[in-house]
């Protein structure tokens, strides 16, 4: 092959050289060029090794259909594979590698799989799970290596430096192609007055006449098109843009590749731009994609798409070669062959048809083209690149009827006929129309909110193709006047791609899917083994399966089924397209939503001073909570053990901000309460707060919190932190359906309260001395609230324990929380009042038996947890009756234990719990809730869910951590450990 | 954690247009609701304040430094420089102080729709979201309210636990501004 930019033409700019490499080769080009055209120009045959074989492959197409061109771009932390080297534009100082190619392109020991390409054919991988030998061991033998050769570019493990974003647009009309049809479309909607959004995956408006010579009459047409629709301001264009995707109710995933063109983005500037487009109406106007023939060798580099040679030739000024043989089944092949005869190729057509229409082949007579009709070329030779194609004379099925003729050449542009890009229309409606005089699968020009204009509905002239999207886009205006040349394809087309001997069979290996390196033979084979239908037949050779969707493969490999079957193309079916319709790098849809954004981070008005004071923070659903504040380097052990003994001993001070807040307001207010909480509200007065377990409809235990009674129809409820949206939700849920006579108002306060709990012996003292306010038992009893001013800021304080410590909890307005806090911190030291965390917290608790999170993940019920005196008799409520279903009600479920870990080691939350004398297998009888180290009784406790739990108080069992393989001792004992007649909460 | 940053904070977004992100004083928000009748009660009440009840969901009511926003059928929030003049009728409206459950963020400048744009999905055009009206939407999964004061302005409510996140998020969509050579146009 011997290719050569051209002196003149071509839509690049001649007057700036830049550089790019490949392979460590330097290329010169121009801006205006792809990596793809500059490489060819520069003469790099082959580009990449085929996938499976890894056979030499160089350039099929000129676009986004390319299968061989992958190639690896650039270094370091930009590097990424499998980069179509025809879809890259050249920019002064790419650089890019060749990939599954091993220790070169030239010389590849991959290759070898070539010899053994007999144990490679359809599902061989699968064939390999059952035999030959019996069991799996050859299956993971062969695992091994396919692994290893699974993939074709690698991926840099490097940090992505790049920033991506999202946004959201909407728009009247969005139209998807800017070549005639498209462009047609958007001046008709934008001279309406429509919002229009128009979308082009080239860096250049046009569509398919950029690939017309420079100086034609499109040159004109287009350039006043640019300037009308930079002149509406009520179009927005994008290029460099793909529409990947179209969705339910017109909503459409674009991805605009800002910066890919540079070498690395400018500052303020992403390197993509993810788009979700909501539009009122779409019009399709995506063009078509090329169909290669099957024959010999047609994977050779230097057998090409003939639209992808014109493309080279008049868009990117390099003439693919010097003797160019031209295999077609259709007119379209024609304008290309003439244009490439006349810039110097010795070119020679082989048109599968006996008739030629008259006036295409004077043209190419008087262009000096060597015209043979009803001949097609049966194979290609040469090493590493055509050196000959072997045409033969074939009938109308295309069959060898003759003996070969060898023609010198060094480039085969084949034409197999058009499949319409149809995938956005596929994606959202389902199986396109077979039209049998197109030979293609067609979509529905009008189907819902989309209208599919020009070559996408196989338009017969670039004069239809613009009338129907001058039409779509809604008529307005001087229709466009362009007039293209006679060669549509769809006209005496003769629907063959295969070329055989006469035996049908081919003299070498026929690749119908390039990418996946799938051959005729293994469509054959898939027939032969029964897996005909178009589903089997593309999962079993994997055949359109691969990162191009099948755009060269699909149709040829349905058609060689339906002749094997002997069906029509329509009954063998054709598959469904599914989003992208050409990959999309995750980066661009993540945009922000990574790193420090991945969620939302939620936190209390007081986070600052725990972060000022040396608190380690910790994760706690959405909330960063302080989980200690360690001391003079202490460990976290030391520290939550320090400070829960403070607690018990002095005072502490806890951030408890996170926990749910809901008003419940409304006349029904009490009535609602009752209804959700399995313990009466009705008559709890105002000024008091009481303790409350709600259910799920099935009986489970939900959620446990206090409510405090603020005014007459005005409630405050806590909720779990976990679950206070289920809470809020479940809540709303039933008073919009079951319970629309209830007048009640639920709302979220979580965020207008802070909400701190200060619990210990001084817990008392401290707060006299913040609030000077009578706090003493018999006027603020256990249970109770009151109204305090504490720093001036007014708060309400509640006395109830979480800690089974004295305690209280002061809500406060959430803007002060932070005010608040310092101002009892201030008063603290007289008192020697300490913070803790959450690590604490949690040991308080569990010394104390007290139930949380844990304890009530759903799969325990009252019964359970020991709180079925908690239920009142005397009003149904949410889950009153499910509770009592028999298997609810067995003896022998899980029920909650105290355990005292025999020796220095904690258990595992998690662990599962067996009789000593039983194996460790199975389910076990039981589970650890949650685990601590109590400072109050100095050993390893922890709360555990355990059949028949209250009956075996004393005995040792068996926890077994299965995750961490490690299994311990305990002695069952109550789950209240510590202080069990609560002496010190109710002080 | 993200982020905190400086208030106010100054940027362009990748269009190039600035925006500038300011943390202003709430004052007052209250949540009035009902039930049968609330069309009724609760704009004989809001007539004591100088307001009226919306038949909308998208347009905001103003009454110099008061804004009302209808936010559900039977649910109005207000916000206001002083505190609601007591309205009786607990009976029939529940009223509900949540002036510390809001943080309010002012977005300006000619890039303003366009960071929105990015970060919610809602038409932000100036025919599609016209000045005085408002919208509840969700940035970063979490629900806000944003009222268009100006084609150039935005108020939004942000719940306070979130207000770093949701600030740091905005801002993350922004280029700082360089001290700035002037710009040849």
Known sequence: ?987 | MAKKHPSPIRGTTTDGLAVTITETELGHLTQLAGWEGFDRTADQALRTQGLTLPSDFRSSVRRGPATLWRTAPDRVLIRSETPLRRVETAVNLAILDLSDSRVCLTLEGPGASGLLSRVAALDFGDAAFLVGQFAQTAIHQVSVLIDRQGIDQFTLLIPTTFAMALTSFLADHLTAELVSKPMNR
């Open chain 1, 1 to 987: 092959m011997t290719a050569r930019r051209l002196l003149g033409g071509g839509r690049i700019d001649r007057s700036r050289q830049i550089t790019v490499q490949f392979d460590g080769r330097s290329f010169l080009a121009h801006p205006g060029d792809t990596l793809a055209s500059a490489l060819l120009a520069g003469g790099q045959k082959i580009l990449g090794r085929s996938f499976k074989y890894h056979r030499p492959r160089g350039l099929v197409a000129a676009g986004v259909e390319e299968t061989n061109a992958l190639v690896h771009l650039r270094d370091g932390e930009r590097h990424e594979p499998n980069a179509q080297a025809t879809m890259v534009e050249a920019f002064d100082g790419l650089r890019s590698t060749p990939q599954n190619a091993w220790p070169s392109l030239q010389f590849d020991f991959g290759a070898i799989n070539g010899l053994l390409s007999r144990f490679f054919g359809a599902g061989f991988y699968y064939k390999t799970f059952i035999g030959p030998f019996s069991g799996t061991k050859f299956w993971m033998f062969c695992e091994g290596f396919i692994r290893q050769a699974a993939g074709m570019g690698r991926a840099t493990t490097l940090a992505d430096p790049d920033q991506y974003e999202k946004i959201n647009a909407f728009c009247d009309v969005l139209i998807v192609g800017a070549g005639p049809a498209g462009i047609a479309a958007a001046l008709a909607a934008g001279r309406k007055g429509d919002n229009v959004i128009l979308v082009e995956q080239d860096r250049d408006l046009g569509g398919s006449l950029l690939s017309e010579p420079v100086g034609s009459p499109s040159d004109g047409w287009l350039a006043q098109a640019r300037a009308e629709l930079d002149d509406l301001p009520n179009i927005r264009v994008l290029t460099r843009t793909t529409a990947f995707g179209a969705y339910d109710c017109e909503v459409f995933g674009l991805v605009e590749r800002v910066q890919d063109h540079v070498l690395a983005p400018e500052r303020g500037k992403p390197r993509q731009r993810y788009w979700v487009v909501r539009t009122s109406r779409a019009v399709l106007a995506t063009g078509a994609i090329e169909r290669p023939m099957v024959f010999a060798g047609n994977d050779m580099p230097g057998v090409m798409l003939t639209s992808a040679v014109r493309s080279y030739l008049n868009r990117y000024a390099v003439l693919a070669g010097e003797r160019i043989v031209v295999a077609t089944n259709n007119d379209s092949a024609y304008t290309a062959a003439v244009e490439l005869a006349k810039s110097g190729a010795k070119v020679t057509i082989c048109d599968i048809r006996k008739e030629i229409p008259a006036q295409l082949g004077a043209n190419a007579k008087s262009a000096g083209i060597d015209l043979r009709p009803a001949h097609a070329v049966l194979k290609v030779t040469g090493c590493k690149g055509v050196k000959a194609a072997y045409l033969v004379p074939v009938s109308s099925q295309g069959k060898a009827t003759g003996g070969s003729v060898r023609v010198a050449c060094d480039i085969v542009a084949m034409s197999g006929g058009w499949a319409p890009t149809l995938h956005l229309w596929s994606q959202r409606f389902g199986k396109p129309i077979y039209s049998e005089g197109l030979d293609t699968f067609l979509p529905l020009a009008e189907k819902g909110a989309f209208t599919c204009v020009g070559s996408l509905v196989g338009s017969a002239s670039l004069r239809d193709a613009l009338q129907q999207g001058h039409k779509a886009g809604g008529g307005t205006g001087k229709e466009p006047a362009l007039f293209g040349h006679a060669d549509f394809w769809g006209r005496n087309l003769l629907p063959v791609t295969v070329v055989t001997k006469a035996d049908g069979g081919t003299p070498g290996k026929a690749f119908v899917d390039f990418q996946h390196d799938v051959k005729l033979a293994d469509i054959d084979q898939a027939y032969r083994e029964g897996y005909v239908s178009i589903e089997h037949l593309k999962r079993y050779t994997t055949s359109g399966m691969a990162a191009d969707q099948g755009k060269t493969s699909n149709l040829n490999a349905l058609a060689r089924m339906a002749e094997l079957r002997g069906l029509a193309i329509p009954n063998v079916g054709t598959t469904t397209f599914r989003p992208p319709y050409t990959p999309v790098t995750i980066g661009a849809i993540v945009a922000h939503d990574h790193g420090l954004h991945l969620r939302p981070t939620r936190l209390s008005t007081i986070h600052d001073w725990h972060t000022e004071n040396g608190a380690e923070m910790m994760d706690a659903g959405l909330w960063l909570r302080p989980w200690y504040y360690p001391e003079n380097g202490e460990s976290i052990t030391e520290a939550y053990v320090r400070e829960a003994i403070h607690v018990r001993e002095h005072v502490g001070i806890v951030d408890v901000s996170t926990l749910g807040k809901i008003a419940v307001q409304g006349p029904d207010a009490a009535e609602f309460l009752n209804r959700v909480y399995v313990n009466g509200f009705k008559t709890l007065p105002v000024g008091r707060l009481r303790y409350g377990i709600m259910l799920r409809e099935d009986g489970f235990v939900f959620d446990d919190g206090a409510t405090a009674r603020i005014g007459e129809y005005d409630y405050f409820m806590s909720t779990t932190t976990a679950n206070a949206a289920k809470v809020l939700a479940r809540a709303e849920y039933l008073l919009q359906t079951a319970w629309r006579d209830l007048k009640v108002h639920v709302t979220s306060v979580t965020d207008q309260w802070a909400a701190i709990a200060v619990a210990g012996p001084k817990s008392r003292r401290v707060l006299t001395d913040v609030t000077s306010a009578d706090l003493s038992r018999e006027v603020l009893p256990n249970n109770h609230f009151t109204y305090v001013t504490i720093g001036d800021v007014p708060c309400r304080l509640h006395r109830m324990s979480f800690s089974g410590e004295l305690a209280y909890e002061i809500y406060i307005p959430a803007k002060s929380g932070r005010k608040v806090w310092e101002a009892l911190i201030a008063a603290g030291p007289p008192h020697n009042l300490k913070p803790y965390g959450l690590e604490a917290m949690g040991a308080l608790r569990i010394e104390k038996g007290h139930i949380a999170g844990s304890e009530i993940e759903g799969r325990t019920t009252m019964k359970d947890l020991g709180l079925e005196g908690f239920a009142s008799s005397k009003k149904p409520f949410v889950g009153s009756v499910l509770r009592k279903r028999p298997v609810l009600e067995d003896p022998k479920r899980p029920s909650l234990v105290g355990l005292e870990i025999i020796g220095n080691q904690g258990a595992t939350a998690g662990s599962l719990l067996f009789a000593m004398n039983a194996p460790a297998k199975g389910h076990g009888e039981g589970w650890v809730s949650s685990t601590t180290y109590s400072p109050a009784l100095k050993k390893n406790i922890a709360l555990a869910l355990l059949s028949r739990g209250p009956e075996r108080f004393g005995e040792t069992i068996q926890v077994v951590d299965f995750v961490g393989n490690q299994t311990l001792h305990a002695k069952v004992v109550s789950h209240h450990f510590f202080d069990p007649e609560g002496h010190r909460q109710n002080g």
